[in-house]
């Protein structure tokens, strides 16, 4: 085979990718390329989206190749990109500087947001009209969507404990090496990767492969085996924090799975990754419609949702969320439980207003675990019991008992004892301009 064109979106590693391992083994040349799409802007992940971006050119570079950017519609750049490199590289045209080469084939790795599958159709119509092929390769989660479904009928599970046992039984893909060498047609211009501002993305979470691998070896040799007792910790920041690595594909979910030997409540949580992904596939609307509607009524209060996306609700461990969320683009587990609940089941108001707050701030914001949690939350989605309760002032007390995380986030509480951190109902009268709550907290 001449040449294949790799379309990348959240697959930005060259580790265990098996689209662009296919694609060295099989082609004489390679052309790794990642679209900007400006109808689907990256907002607050742009900063982390451009470091993910440059480390992967590096990355590229390293092995003989580079990593080809284009801005516009995918499906047309990557068209346009195939006429290019006939066209003989750069220039676009016969004499353009190199010798011509035919793009004989199409990679991409599989995704199952609507957006996703509607490009991907796409792109295998254009490919089909052009005379190249077209594979979807998976990647983008440990057991690929659809491989697993119900003994008894249906396409997907419904709930996660099924899920789960079929999902541990089903055999695994091999983890891949990175290829060795990456060979880019001769003349063809590169383009210029995204710069990295306005949106810079917190300390904590530098984008790329590199960054991300590290993490992945340090946090598998000293943190994987107390996971089960410290991810619920909230001040104590103990949780893995790879979700913005998995959202971008900077890490591979199957090599993280294969590699956490000790860890099986930690890969339990890549387990529901994956069980979103299968009900998105299937429920396509998942960030619209109930996936299972219950006939609920939701309040219309603008002001009451704002207070809550500025994190004044009055309830300590509320506000801490999602401020938390503001500053770090990200949010503790436990805190998106406690927050998103509050929302829905105390002030009535949408899941969806919540869910696309959240969609919009986080680094790791993807639709499937983004909305599936939502929903699940709200009681509109794969959670058998619909009606499940929350009390956030008994889970501030049990898994923020000195109010460490709550004054990490709300520093005009950072004088305010435990007990009164954890009695909101107080703090008005104890704390100057600290908001009086909106609702009881249970």
């Known amino acids: 085979m001449d040449t294949v064109i790799v379309l990348l979106n959240r697959d930005l590693r060259v580790h265990d990718h098996p689209a662009l391992a296919a694609a060295c083994a099989e082609a004489r040349r390679v052309v790794p390329l990642f679209v900007l799409d400006p109808s689907v802007p990256a907002g607050r992940r742009s900063g982390f989206l451009a470091e993910s971006l440059a480390d992967l050119r590096r990355s590229l570079r390293e092995r003989g190749g580079d990593l080809v950017v284009r801005r516009g519609d995918p499906v047309a750049e990557t068209v346009r990109l195939a006429r290019e490199i006939a066209g003989g590289g750069a220039g676009g045209g016969a004499g353009g500087g190199s010798a011509a080469g035919v793009v004989e084939a199409v990679h991409v790795s599989a995704d199952v947001s609507a957006l996703a599958r509607r490009r991907e159709c796409r792109l295998a119509e254009e490919c089909e009209r052009h005379r190249m092929g077209f594979r979807a390769f998976p990647g983008v989660t440990v057991v690929p969507p659809g491989a697993v479904t119900p003994s008894g009928g249906g396409d997907h599970y419904r709930v996660f404990t099924p899920y789960w046992r079929a999902w541990q039984a089903h055999s695994r893909r091999e983890v891949l090496p990175a290829p060795a060498r990456v060979t880019l047609p001769e003349g063809l211009d590169p383009g210029v990767p995204p710069p990295g501002h306005p949106h810079r993305p917190h300390e904590l979470f530098r984008g ?235």
């Open 208 to 442: 790329g492969e590199t960054v991300a691998r590290r993490r992945m070896r340090q946090w598998l040799k000293y943190c994987v085996a107390d996971y089960a007792a410290g991810h619920d910790d909230l001040a104590g920041n103990r949780t893995s924090k790879f979700s913005p690595y998995l959202r971008f594909g900077c890490l591979s979910p199957l090599e993280l799975s294969s590699l956490a030997e000790d860890g099986d409540d930690f890969v339990r949580q890549l387990c529901w990754r994956d069980f979103f992904y299968q009900v998105t596939m299937a429920f396509p609307a998942i960030n619209r419609a109930d996936y299972r509607p219950r006939g609920l009524t939701w309040n219309d209060d603008a002001e009451a949702l704002q207070a809550w996306k500025e994190g004044r609700t009055g309830l300590p461990i509320v506000d801490a969320g999602m401020r938390q969320l503001l500053e770090e683009g990200w949010m503790h587990n436990r805190a998106r439980l406690l927050t998103s609940w509050f929302l829905v089941k105390r002030l009535r108001v949408d899941w969806r207003a919540g869910a696309d707050h959240f969609f919009d701030l986080l680094l790791d914001g993807d639709v499937a675990n983004n909305y599936g949690n939502w929903q699940w939350v709200a009681g509109t989605g794969n959670d058998t019991r619909f009606n499940r309760t929350v009390n956030p002032v008994r889970q501030a007390r049990r898994f923020d008992p000195d109010g460490e995380y709550i004054r990490r986030y709300v520093p005009e509480l950072r004088n305010v004892p435990p007990k009164t951190l954890h009695e909101p109902w107080r703090l008005p009268s104890a704390v100057r301009g600290y908001p009086p709550p909106l609702v009881s907290p249970a």
